[in-house]
């Protein structure tokens, strides 16, 4: 009943706006419509008349957009939607995955209030394959997923995202596969070059900085021979901040009256304890300043040897860098020392009081400095070779290399101090409904802080990826329409290494064991979420000096042998490590994948008609063998030791490295099917059938294991399973579309995907010398049903007198639902499909000759993002929507000005564990506004 009331909302707000359509987020083909000198605004006449007498209508701006990416829907036997640029180097959004989020069932992760990967239809980043002009590309995480932050808007010409399978595809996206576009040098005869120079304000920093892009190409008259080249140049500054707990530790047992005695687990008949409680693992206001700069371009040559062959080149780069500097205060909680505790009907802690601090126990307010930089390189060339020897026949050969570097060492950097003669207490719920901690001392007072823990750690991952494919296409005119064959090849070696500052240097003096002097420490002011907040800073060239002085590690142990030798030992390596805790490379964690993909496949379009409708349909099947080769490294945990001054904090000590390696090697037979009927000119019928795979993420098959300690109740121990058999998916699509114009239709679509071999994290309990891990491990498990139906509406108003002939709208809904559902209450769920919402899309515009105003809202419902999250309970996200705006003038034939704004609201993001009252984080997404101007010639 409450689907079917939904889908009924649905299909009335889809009726009671018919007439709504979106700028550059068309999908289909136009319908032919009678062109006049009076059709709207945006339209150009021809001077030279047409064969009729007439005179020919090219449609320019943002119309051209929604007539190019219509007539990909409407050609298309499956169903397919499409975004375009209004011309080389206009797309609406600043980046790609912004863009994407406007197509029906596409909702988009951020990161630092940017889009970075794209959901569709519920089913996550990693199950959607992105190629860049039909290739592959390599990626700078440990995944498969494509970060889209890395690429700007403004390399690509358009976008296509097929949501049903066809065999040709590249295999390994159940959720879709998505095809990114560059610009091609033929496309256009003569010399023409692109620009846009603008400035761009970021709301959280208060600093404009440079947008700088610009496309060249040229090709002769015959269009036989072209060359083109981009580059962009794109730089934001934001200061972005959060309030937030690292999540919540379950199942606690405190003191909540006050009488000395931890009684929320008391002893109940049967010998058992009852549950516990929930309580946040900290209290943190942080502050990040990040200052990020992306740096791209494309080259690409077109050259026409003769009638029968062509040959194209094309090569991208992109570099993104960032610095992330990250200044944070927080408070890391002890179930041991809370005297006093209120809980609601969730068995959440709303309120706690702490003990008060000794010099060498309880709570501490903890001065924070961590870095997390990027430093993302990725390039691709690739050549294709197309040979058609007779005029039905068409062979294309094609082959690319792609690498990604992402080299990056941070810094994590604690000093604390211990709240002596005073009882914090813990508020979930403060005045602005967020969490407080009072009663604490001075944030500011440099008298007392104390050494705590510092790490620098980082990594280095390469991705590598070589691909090579064989294409045949044989057309007919017939029943038989269209024969396609082919074969791909697919190497790919993902290598991790893995980077810390060697032992004992880390925790060292874990246990705030060491005073600091307050002339190392400086004050940090920050606007946290509207609080005005102050607390310490320093800097970590100065700090690391004072770790290795006499002066410090003095303080450390005490006079007794033992003690000593813990202090020489520190201080050798930290003489041999170039006086500082400059992080090395280690072994256990590290490891490379490597996989090797082998892929064949069959199609055949047929053709005839059907009364007075045409009919069109197409089957085939892929045939993929994959062969997965980790190596690693194999350790052993041979001790755990406690640390008497730091209840949170624990000494590992491993055994040597002991190289493994591992094979896995799996075929699948993939068949598709698709069938269009053309009921009229205007209204289309499709249905499709497939299955489809998704390979595990590289990170997931790796052999090495690495262990985190945070005690208490935080320690885990993960480890990935190179034996991982691939996600499986049978797929249904049926759609109904109706083109009202060239530019206008309205669609009504419905989805049912059955999951197979989903791939979960297995947590269970393993215990090491006295301490509790949470194992974390993955492996296939259970089947899962995912479905929905989407609803789309597009139009534009040609229809109107005057200027009211350039408004134009569209709007489109996502309903999406799985038979495997998440509840709440229940803490033994292992298997959620995560990432599943609906989605919603609104889009107003107005153009003619001289303006152009857009505006867009993007809206998401909440969703879960994982089943296991922060400290191994659930991760949720709250509704989350935005509103993005944009406005351009013409100042003559070849230059306008435009301005654009992205999150006009300046809505936060919220994500919280099982109950949405134990919140994980909320934190600033900052506005953004540019202006520019932009040039063609």
């Keep these: 009943m409450r689907i079917r009331s939904r889908f009924t909302a649905a299909l009335m707000t889809a009726g009671a706006t018919i007439a709504l359509a979106a700028p550059a987020y068309a999908q289909g083909a136009p319908a032919q419509s009678p062109a006049s000198p009076t059709d709207p605004a945006g339209a150009q006449v021809d001077p030279q008349a047409t064969e009729d007498g007439g005179e020919e209508i090219i449609v320019t701006g943002i119309r051209a957009s929604l007539a190019s990416a219509l007539e990909l829907k409407r050609e298309t036997i499956g169903v397919v939607d499409a975004i375009s640029a209004e011309d080389i180097g206009e797309f609406p959004d600043a980046n790609i995955a912004e863009s994407l989020q406007r197509i029906t069932g596409v909702a988009i992760s951020r990161g630092n209030g940017e889009g970075r990967g794209i959901t569709v239809r519920g089913l996550g980043p990693e199950f959607n394959t992105v190629l860049l002009n039909n290739r592959l590309l390599s990626t700078e995480g440990g995944?498969?997923?494509?970060?889209?932050?890395?690429?700007?808007?403004?390399?690509?010409?358009?976008?296509?995202?097929?949501?049903?399978?066809?065999?040709?595809?590249?295999?390994?996206?159940?959720?879709?596969?998505?095809?990114?576009?560059?610009?091609?040098?033929?496309?256009?005869?003569?010399?023409?070059?692109?620009?846009?120079?603008?400035?761009?304000?970021?709301?959280?920093?208060?600093?404009?900085?440079?947008?700088?892009?610009?496309?060249?190409?040229?090709?002769?008259?015959?269009?036989?021979?072209?060359?083109?080249?981009?580059?962009?140049?794109?730089?934001?500054?934001?200061?972005?901040?959060?309030?937030?707990?690292?999540?919540?530790?379950?199942?606690?047992?405190?003191?909540?009256?006050?009488?000395?005695?931890?009684?929320?687990?008391?002893?109940?008949?049967?010998?058992?304890?009852?549950?516990?409680?929930?309580?946040?693992?900290?209290?943190?206001?942080?502050?990040?300043?990040?200052?990020?700069?992306?740096?791209?371009?494309?080259?690409?040559?077109?050259?026409?040897?003769?009638?029968?062959?062509?040959?194209?080149?094309?090569?991208?780069?992109?570099?993104?860098?960032?610095?992330?500097?990250?200044?944070?205060?927080?408070?890391?909680?002890?179930?041991?020392?809370?005297?006093?505790?209120?809980?609601?009907?969730?068995?959440?802690?709303?309120?706690?009081?702490?003990?008060?601090?000794?010099?060498?126990?309880?709570?501490?307010?903890?001065?924070?400095?961590?870095?997390?930089?990027?430093?993302?390189?990725?390039?691709?060339?690739?050549?294709?070779?197309?040979?058609?020897?007779?005029?039905?026949?068409?062979?294309?050969?094609?082959?690319?290399?792609?690498?990604?570097?992402?080299?990056?060492?941070?810094?994590?950097?604690?000093?604390?101090?211990?709240?002596?003669?005073?009882?914090?207490?813990?508020?979930?719920?403060?005045?602005?409904?967020?969490?407080?901690?009072?009663?604490?001392?001075?944030?500011?007072?440099?008298?007392?802080?104390?050494?705590?823990?510092?790490?620098?750690?980082?990594?280095?991952?390469?991705?590598?990826?070589?691909?090579?494919?064989?294409?045949?296409?044989?057309?007919?005119?017939?029943?038989?329409?269209?024969?396609?064959?082919?074969?791909?090849?697919?190497?790919?070696?993902?290598?991790?290494?893995?980077?810390?500052?060697?032992?004992?240097?880390?925790?060292?003096?874990?246990?705030?064991?060491?005073?600091?002097?307050?002339?190392?420490?400086?004050?940090?002011?920050?606007?946290?979420?509207?609080?005005?907040?102050?607390?310490?800073?320093?800097?970590?060239?100065?700090?690391?000096?004072?770790?290795?002085?006499?002066?410090?590690?003095?303080?450390?142990?005490?006079?007794?042998?033992?003690?000593?030798?813990?202090?020489?030992?520190?201080?050798?390596?930290?003489?041999?490590?170039?006086?500082?805790?400059?992080?090395?490379?280690?072994?256990?964690?590290?490891?490379?994948?490597?996989?090797?993909?082998?892929?064949?496949?069959?199609?055949?379009?047929?053709?005839?008609?059907?009364?007075?409708?045409?009919?069109?349909?197409?089957?085939?099947?892929?045939?993929?063998?994959?062969?997965?080769?980790?190596?690693?490294?194999?350790?052993?945990?041979?001790?755990?030791?406690?640390?008497?001054?730091?209840?949170?904090?624990?000494?590992?000590?491993?055994?040597p490295t002991i190289p493994v390696d591992a094979k896995n090697d799996y075929t699948y037979l993939l068949p598709t099917a698709s069938f269009r009927l053309n009921v009229t000119d205007d209204l289309i019928f499709r249905l499709a059938g497939s299955r489809t795979l998704t390979r595990p993420t590289l990170g997931r098959l790796g052999l090495s294991q690495d262990f985190v300690f945070r005690p208490p109740n935080s320690n885990t121990v993960s480890g990935g399973n190179p034996f991982l058999r691939p996600f499986l998916s049978w797929n249904a699509d049926a759609a109904v579309d109706y083109y009202l114009s060239r530019t206008s239709y309205a669609s009504v679509a419905g989805f049912y995907k059955k999951l197979q071999n989903f791939i979960i994290s297995g947590q269970q309990p393993e215990e090491y010398f006295g301490l509790t891990f949470i194992a974390n491990r993955p492996y296939n498990a259970q089947e899962g049903e995912v479905y929905g139906a989407e609803f789309a509406i597009q139009s534009t108003f040609d229809f109107l007198p005057g200027f009211l002939s350039g408004f134009g709208a569209s709007a489109n809904y996502t309903l999406v639902e799985s038979s495997i559902r998440f509840d709440p209450t229940l803490s033994n769920q292992t298997f959620n499909v995560e990432g599943l919402s609906d989605t919603a899309n609104l889009v107003l515009f107005y153009e003619d000759e001289t303006f152009q105003i857009r505006g867009a809202y993007n809206w998401r419902a909440p969703f879960l993002a994982a089943t296991f999250g922060a400290q191994s309970q659930p991760s949720q996200v709250v509704a989350y929507d935005q509103i993005d705006a944009s406005a351009a003038v013409r100042i003559n034939e070849n230059v306008s000005v435009y301005a654009e704004v992205l999150n006009l609201t300046d809505n936060r993001y919220r994500d919280y564990s099982r109950f949405e009252e134990r919140l994980i984080t909320e934190s600033t997404q900052g506005r953004r506004i540019t202006v520019g101007l932009r040039g063609s010639f």
Aim: charged share 20%.
């Design 143 to 655: 995944g498969r997923s494509f970060s889209f932050d890395i690429l700007s808007s403004e390399l690509i010409t358009g976008a296509e995202v097929y949501k049903s399978s066809e065999a040709r595809l590249q295999e390994g996206g159940i959720g879709s596969t998505v095809i990114l576009r560059t610009a091609r040098p033929t496309d256009r005869a003569g010399l023409h070059f692109a620009g846009n120079v603008a400035g761009r304000h970021d709301n959280t920093s208060d600093e404009i900085t440079p947008f700088i892009s610009g496309v060249i190409s040229n090709s002769n008259e015959d269009r036989s021979f072209g060359i083109l080249a981009s580059f962009v140049y794109d730089k934001r500054i934001s200061r972005l901040s959060n309030i937030s707990t690292d999540g919540w530790i379950i199942n606690q047992n405190i003191d909540t009256n006050g009488d000395g005695v931890a009684d929320t687990r008391p002893v109940q008949a049967d010998g058992t304890r009852a549950q516990g409680v929930a309580l946040p693992r900290t209290l943190n206001f942080t502050s990040t300043l990040n200052n990020r700069e992306r740096i791209g371009g494309t080259f690409a040559v077109d050259y026409v040897m003769s009638d029968t062959l062509r040959f194209e080149l094309d090569a991208l780069y992109t570099q993104q860098k960032t610095d992330s500097v990250t200044n944070q205060l927080g408070y890391y909680t002890d179930p041991a020392r809370i005297t006093t505790a209120t809980v609601n009907e969730n068995r959440t802690v709303t309120q706690f009081t702490v003990l008060p601090a000794t010099a060498t126990a309880g709570l501490a307010s903890d001065n924070i400095l961590a870095t997390n930089p990027q430093n993302a390189r990725t390039y691709q060339i690739g050549a294709n070779l197309e040979w058609t020897p007779t005029e039905d026949l068409t062979l294309a050969f094609d082959g690319a290399h792609s690498n990604t570097r992402n080299d990056s060492d941070q810094l994590f950097y604690v000093v604390g101090t211990r709240q002596i003669g005073v009882s914090p207490t813990f508020v979930l719920n403060g005045p602005d409904g967020l969490p407080t901690m009072t009663n604490v001392l001075p944030t500011n007072d440099r008298s007392a802080p104390r050494l705590h823990c510092c790490s620098e750690r980082g990594g280095r991952n390469r991705d590598t990826i070589n691909q090579a494919t064989f294409d045949l296409t044989w057309e007919q005119d017939g029943f038989l329409d269209k024969l396609q064959a082919g074969i791909l090849f697919t190497n790919r070696k993902k290598e991790t290494v893995v980077r810390e500052s060697p032992e004992p240097l880390g925790c060292f003096y874990c246990g705030y064991l060491a005073v600091a002097p307050g002339s190392l420490f400086s004050d940090f002011n920050a606007d946290v979420l509207g609080r005005d907040l102050t607390w310490l800073t320093y800097d970590r060239d100065a700090l690391v000096r004072y770790y290795g002085s006499a002066e410090a590690v003095n303080q450390v142990g005490g006079t007794s042998q033992a003690a000593i030798d813990a202090r020489n030992r520190f201080l050798a390596v930290y003489a041999g490590n170039n006086n500082s805790l400059d992080p090395i490379d280690r072994e256990r964690g590290s490891g490379t994948v490597r996989e090797n993909t082998y892929a064949a496949y069959v199609q055949a379009t047929f053709q005839g008609d059907l009364g007075n409708s045409r009919w069109t349909a197409q089957a085939g099947a892929r045939l993929v063998n994959t062969q997965v080769f980790a190596t690693g490294y194999s350790v052993t945990l041979l001790d755990v030791i406690q640390n008497p001054a730091d209840p949170t904090a624990a000494v590992p000590v491993y055994s």
